[in-house]
């Protein structure tokens, strides 16, 4: 159980026991922060330690990180993972085409080798956890850093390395060693993890059922799209993680996650395990504002328009709906997430709770007796002060002026025009080597018209909303703007990898200098380097800063918090139910395939619905997969505390079987990020039994079902 402070305290805070379902918690504290009890008590009907043992089989051995950001859940004996539609979704993309569109189209094996591998996707377990605060401090000591420096990955890693060096991990394929600041950088912990490189595409359901509503539905309630992806870890004959080879065999995997088809009711106990990415629960109410303004709406500004823009193209052309699917879900789902934030720490009255918050924090500070708690809230506001407006611009310009996708890597630009101003045959050779390749990256496939609408829409933003009109020199006279534009993507050199190849084959370094997309990034760096000073002090100093006042409110809550979301291995409990976002408005807690027939929308691409799936809802069709009055269970919603990272996670009831899969938060309650609310806090999880329903019934992979534990 959370430790209990002063009463007063508690008050003061409209803080109490009955709040327990806060938190990310990390297991490896679960002693210390007497998260046991706490479990118990929600509803945990196996014992705590499977839930997290690095010794003995636990639920640790079934998740992972999925790709980069994301969490996906074994859930066979054979490697087979869960994780949802939206992680998949830009590797899926990447393997497409208009002839085998998988992203739109779907894609279902029917037997293990069409088991399709997918490039670049690497599964991660945690192996262990180690604490290394210790360590940390006395290298930064000795280094003679600033707090700055000592929880950036540039100092840790190699830290990591050598510590790597002296495990007995260290002869293990596939071993990745991270030390990761917790409590804002007052400790630091290590882990030890296995990446694995071969995974394979076994299922991914069609858009129009994965994506039902797409952005229009994104953090939205009622929920009816089945978020879920199917994919396969696959390792070398020793269960070793191996580049992919047709030789390589599913990996054997001692622990799964068993899936209940009992399902769901009101109140059931949930938990969730994942990699929640970023929260930051412990900032001032400054700090709170400048995340709001200065960097959520500068942004929100030029992405609605921007969303606005590919969202019409996307719906009268197929063939630019696919190429900028991707694109469009992730900068949709950024927009919508900055949006929701705004507008919720406004409907909740975040800033006067920080207030507070911060009023109990003096009286505690005077009581400490530790003279650096006593005026740390104001150092922090005086910080926040002089880089607000810098900020904001920053954001601003790199969300508008800085966005056109015709672009080439500027660092190996930069080192191809250094290599000719210095005459050097071999490492012109080089670095024409470098930009070609990154050239192919970055820009080969630019639509260039499309390019410069977007570009046109977008720089009047910049003219309009900033404020301190340091603007880079092509922006300063309005009317030669669109000229700038037009002369840039009509005569650059970087217009086409043939212009491009054909100015390298006999390259004058002074025509170069010249082009117009040179000169435009180098007017670009010159405006962005004006911010740079400001920029970097904030940095620097908000990490001192803020680690002196998350350790003073660590200790005035007698650390009883959750550190932080940053991207590790964490458990969040929780119960099924609904919620009332206002007056008079009242959300179930569940949903069922008749609700998409009621959002179809024929004249709206965003809500047609797929007709297979159709067929089978006139039929009433749904096996064993259907609730007990013969409808079909889509998606419910639990108070988990979760966020970006945590997409993918298993849901599991009080004995650790998976009913679920989480795949997003409410709009109402987006301001959690920075502080969590019980009232609003939801989790959208797709149920399981449609998972399964879509696998089975509907996709045809029925051979994987085989190998799951699928309980009654």
Request: net charge negative; aromatic share 12%.
């Given at each position: 159980?959370?430790?209990?402070?002063?009463?007063?305290?508690?008050?003061?805070?409209?803080?109490?026991?009955?709040?327990?379902?806060?938190?990310?918690?990390?297991?490896?504290?679960?002693?210390?922060?007497?998260?046991?009890?706490?479990?118990?008590?929600?509803?945990?009907?196996?014992?705590?330690?499977?839930?997290?043992?690095?010794?003995?089989?636990?639920?640790?051995?079934?998740?992972?990180?999925?790709?980069?950001?994301?969490?996906?859940?074994?859930?066979?004996?054979?490697?087979?993972?869960?994780?949802?539609?939206?992680?998949?979704?830009?590797?899926?993309?990447?393997?497409?085409?208009?002839?085998?569109?998988?992203?739109?189209?779907?894609?279902?094996?029917?037997?293990?080798?069409?088991?399709?591998?997918?490039?670049?996707?690497?599964?991660?377990?945690?192996?262990?956890?180690?604490?290394?605060?210790?360590?940390?401090?006395?290298?930064?000591?000795?280094?003679?850093?600033?707090?700055?420096?000592?929880?950036?990955?540039?100092?840790?890693?190699?830290?990591?390395?050598?510590?790597?060096?002296?495990?007995?991990?260290?002869?293990?394929?596939?071993?990745?060693?991270?030390?990761?600041?917790?409590?804002?950088?007052?400790?630091?912990?290590?882990?030890?993890?296995?990446?694995?490189?071969?995974?394979?595409?076994?299922?991914?359901?069609?858009?129009?059922?994965?994506?039902?509503?797409?952005?229009?539905?994104?953090?939205?309630?009622?929920?009816?799209?089945?978020?879920?992806?199917?994919?396969?870890?696959?390792?070398?004959?020793?269960g070793q993680p191996a580049a992919y080879s047709d030789k390589n065999v599913p990996l054997k995997c001692r622990k799964f996650l068993p899936i209940s088809l009992k399902g769901v009711e009101n109140a059931d106990y949930t938990m969730i395990m994942g990699f929640p990415g970023r929260t930051s629960r412990y900032l001032t109410a400054s700090e709170v504002h400048l995340r709001t303004q200065s960097q959520n709406f500068p942004i929100n500004l030029a992405g609605e328009a921007q969303l606005d823009f590919m969202k019409a193209l996307m719906d009268r052309d197929s063939v630019a709906n696919l190429k900028l699917a991707d694109d469009y879900m992730s900068l949709g789902n950024m927009v919508k997430n900055f949006g929701g934030m705004n507008e919720s720490v406004k409907r909740t009255g975040l800033m006067n709770i920080k207030r507070t918050e911060e009023k109990a924090f003096r009286e505690f500070a005077a009581r400490s007796g530790k003279a650096e708690y006593l005026n740390i809230?104001?150092?922090?506001?005086?910080?926040?002060?002089?880089?607000?407006?810098?900020?904001?611009?920053?954001?601003?310009?790199?969300?508008?002026?800085?966005?056109?996708?015709?672009?080439?890597?500027?660092?190996?630009?930069?080192?191809?025009?250094?290599?000719?101003?210095?005459?050097?045959?071999?490492?012109?050779?080089?670095?024409?080597?470098?930009?070609?390749?990154?050239?192919?990256?970055?820009?080969?496939?630019?639509?260039?018209?499309?390019?410069?609408?977007?570009?046109?829409?977008?720089?009047?933003?910049?003219?309009?909303?900033?404020?301190?009109?340091?603007?880079?020199?092509?922006?300063?006279?309005?009317?030669?703007?669109?000229?700038?534009?037009?002369?840039?993507?009509?005569?650059?050199?970087?217009?086409?990898?043939?212009?491009?190849?054909?100015?390298?084959?006999?390259?004058?370094?002074?025509?170069?200098?010249?082009?117009?997309?040179?000169?435009?990034?180098?007017?670009?760096?010159?405006?962005?380097?004006?911010?740079?000073?400001?920029?970097?002090?904030?940095?620097?100093?908000?990490?001192?800063?803020?680690?002196?006042?998350?350790?003073?409110?660590?200790?005035?809550?007698?650390?009883?918090?959750?550190?932080?979301?940053?991207?590790?291995?964490?458990?969040?409990?929780?119960?099924?139910?609904?919620?009332?976002?206002?007056?008079?408005?009242?959300?179930?807690?569940?949903?069922?395939?008749?609700?998409?027939?009621?959002?179809?929308?024929?004249?709206?691409?965003?809500?047609?619905?797929?007709?297979?799936?159709?067929?089978?809802?006139?039929?009433?069709?749904?096996?064993?997969?259907?609730?007990?009055?013969?409808?079909?269970?889509?998606?419910?919603?639990?108070?988990?505390?979760?966020?970006?990272?945590?997409?993918?996670?298993?849901?599991?009831?009080?004995?650790?079987?998976?009913?679920?899969?989480?795949?997003?938060?409410?709009?109402?309650?987006?301001?959690?990020?920075?502080?969590?609310?019980?009232?609003?806090?939801?989790?959208?999880?797709?149920?399981?039994?449609?998972?399964?329903?879509?696998?089975?019934?509907?996709?045809?992979?029925?051979?994987?079902?085989?190998?799951?534990?699928?309980?009654?």
């Open positions: 159980m959370k430790k209990i402070f002063s009463f007063c305290l508690a008050f003061v805070l409209g803080l109490t026991a009955a709040h327990a379902d806060e938190g990310m918690w990390l297991l490896k504290l679960m002693e210390r922060q007497h998260l046991a009890d706490s479990l118990r008590k929600a509803g945990l009907q196996m014992p705590a330690e499977q839930l997290y043992d690095e010794a003995s089989p636990s639920l640790r051995e079934c998740i992972g990180q999925f790709g980069g950001g994301c969490t996906g859940e074994v859930v066979s004996p054979d490697g087979l993972i869960l994780t949802n539609n939206h992680c998949g979704f830009s590797y899926v993309h990447a393997m497409s085409t208009m002839d085998h569109n998988y992203l739109q189209d779907g894609y279902f094996a029917r037997n293990r080798a069409e088991e399709l591998p997918v490039p670049n996707l690497t599964f991660t377990f945690v192996l262990r956890i180690v604490d290394v605060t210790a360590e940390v401090g006395a290298a930064a000591q000795k280094a003679g850093v600033d707090e700055y420096t000592a929880q950036s990955q540039s100092f840790l890693a190699p830290l990591a390395a050598e510590l790597l060096k002296k495990s007995d991990l260290k002869k293990q394929k596939g071993i990745v060693a991270r030390i990761v600041p917790y409590f804002g950088g007052n400790e630091f912990y290590l882990f030890y993890e296995q990446q694995f490189s071969d995974v394979r595409l076994v299922a991914n359901p069609p858009q129009n059922i994965a994506q039902f509503g797409f952005n229009q539905d994104n953090w939205m309630w009622p929920r009816h799209n089945a978020d879920f992806a199917m994919f396969r870890i696959y390792a070398d004959k020793n809230i104001d150092r922090i506001d005086s910080l926040v002060a002089a880089v607000e407006d810098t900020l904001h611009d920053y954001f601003l310009l790199q969300y508008t002026v800085g966005q056109q996708g015709f672009y080439v890597q500027t660092e190996a630009l930069h080192n191809y025009l250094k290599a000719l101003k210095d005459g050097k045959q071999k490492d012109i050779d080089n670095a024409k080597t470098t930009l070609l390749k990154w050239y192919d990256m970055a820009a080969g496939n630019v639509d260039l018209d499309y390019d410069f609408q977007q570009m046109m829409l977008l720089y009047p933003y910049w003219q309009k909303y900033n404020r301190l009109g340091l603007a880079p020199s092509f922006l300063r006279d309005a009317s030669g703007v669109k000229a700038h534009y037009e002369n840039m993507y009509a005569n650059s050199v970087f217009r086409s990898r043939a212009t491009l190849e054909a100015a390298l084959a006999n390259p004058d370094l002074e025509s170069l200098m010249a082009d117009p997309l040179v000169t435009h990034f180098n007017d670009l760096h010159t405006a962005f380097a004006l911010y740079t000073p400001a920029m970097q002090t904030y940095t620097r100093k908000r990490s001192e800063l803020d680690k002196i006042y998350t350790r003073g409110l660590c200790e005035m809550y007698d650390w009883s918090k959750a550190p932080d979301a940053n991207f590790t291995l964490r458990m969040t409990y929780g119960h099924v139910g609904g919620y009332s976002p206002r007056d008079a408005v009242e959300y179930g807690w569940q949903t069922v395939l008749d609700g998409m027939l009621e959002k179809e929308n024929p004249r709206d691409p965003d809500y047609v619905m797929n007709e297979e799936l159709r067929k089978f809802w006139l039929e009433g069709n749904f096996g064993r997969y259907a609730l007990p009055n013969g409808k079909l269970p889509v998606c419910f919603l639990s108070n988990n505390d979760i966020t970006g990272g945590n997409s993918g996670s298993p849901v599991m009831n009080a004995r650790g079987e998976l009913i679920g899969i989480a795949f997003d938060g409410n709009i109402e309650s987006l301001s959690s990020d920075l502080r969590f609310n019980p009232a609003l806090q939801r989790c959208i999880n797709v149920d399981i039994r449609y998972v399964l329903f879509l696998l089975d019934m509907f996709g045809g992979s029925s051979y994987v079902l085989d190998e799951m534990d699928i309980r009654e």
